[in-house]
């Protein structure tokens, strides 16, 4: 064999395998700017099955129905509701799927570690049952014009952290109640007017990407963040990331009041959270680059 094959046999390096990572993306938020999500993610070439909420709404057995039937050892990531988030977990063995360490989500957690940097630092603790049961200590404690803020301490959602007005606190708890169990915790605090609420994205302990999503009161959707948002919000992941290790892909929010007092609001799982005006081009750049290290990363483990 001549010196100058063995050369080119020694330097040939195999080029790494094309990204084929594959998106599920459902219509979970009327306002989340879907169809720009999609669109990105067909501009950078990935293929991107649309899934229509109601058909997990509804109750199908299988919500995806013929769509995103994709193999098993895929590379999927999924941008959906917590309902169908969680269904796959359990359903499906893609790598990655979904970005859902829940117990990183609740509030109990996450409070632990970021506490001083909370828009609502004046919190206490207790479950469903308790809460009703000392319903007048908690009032009296907390609540401002007659009005209490309460959210569940579970980052899934089981609804809708808000004020509750004491005139129609029995009537409004007729629904709620139907969402969770006597022992569940929650969340009681004083309510804070809020002017302006902004999402950020975080890839790998970085902000890729913000959006302004609520103003005076209103939903308003704007792409980027003002630099003490920003500065807060950085502060917040460096913490987060030494502390918690809230997983590669998360989202923080961080608000603001009427005297431009900044405060975090709350974290949130990337793969169940609206991206309102979001510059989509380095979500989906990154989020494909994270899921595919660690798919190319799990399937090597299964080979050793």
Known sequence: MSQGLLCLISTFTPKPARMNVKWLVEDFEPDNKIWELVAEIKRQGHECEFINYLSYAYGAK?????????????????????QLASWLYAHKSWVPTVWFEKDKFKCSMYYSYLGKYLFNSDYEFTTVAEYHRRLDYFTNRHSVANCLFVRPDTGMKSFTGQVFEMERHRTDWMFFKQFVKPEDLLVVASPKKICAEWRFVIAEGKIIASSLYHLNGHRHHACGAPDEATKLCELVVAEAER???????YVVDVCKDSNDNYGLLELNCFSCAGLYACDKEPIVR???RIAWKQHQTYHKSLDI
Do not use: R
């Not at 919500?63 to 999924?78: Q, R, S, T």
């Not at 502390?243 to 892909?249: A, D, I, N, Q, V």
């Open 62 to 82: 299988n919500p995806l129905g013929k769509k995103g039937n994709y193999p098993d050892e895929d590379c999927v990531i999924f941008q959906g509701s917590i």
């Open 243 to 249: 502390e918690l290790k809230p997983g590669p892909m």
């Open 286 to 288: 990154e989020a494909s």
